[in-house]
Nanobody, 129 residues
């Protein structure tokens, strides 16, 4: 069983920064990619960023491009999300997820919750105005 654990959320003022961390463990194989999603109260879960280990291809949601940076260590199945210039609309629970084994790395599956099968419990990010 794969376990996913996020950390690093908190309360920050608009314009500030936070760094989220996520570690995946367990299972007998290494997954090809990991992703970050977020969910604000009353809204659907939305894509934030995802990273394919081989070749380093990274997708970002338009709403976070230029402000958020995803990085990671494939050997440790660990990813990070550096969030700068935070805005109140970034307030949400942030989830880390592991890409499904055998799923095609396409823009659709890389940016959709349907492309991921293991999820963390989420970490709250609150940005005050």
């Amino acid at each position: 069983q794969v376990q996913v654990v996020e950390s690093g959320g908190g309360l920050v003022q608009a314009g500030g920064s936070l760094r989220l961390s996520c570690a995946a463990s367990g299972g007998t194989f290494r997954r090809s990619a990991m992703g970050w999603f977020r969910q604000a109260p009353g809204k659907e879960r939305e894509f934030v960023a995802s990273k394919f280990w081989s070749g380093g291809n990274i997708y970002y949601a338009d709403s976070v491009k230029g402000r958020f940076t995803m990085s990671g260590d494939s050997a440790k199945n660990t990813v990070y999300l550096q969030m700068n210039s935070l805005k109140p609309e970034d307030t949400a629970v942030y989830y880390c997820a592991v890409f499904k084994t055998g799923a095609a790395w396409t823009s659709h599956y890389a940016t959709s919750p349907s492309g991921y099968d293991y999820w963390g419990q989420g970490t709250q990010v609150t940005v005050s105005s």
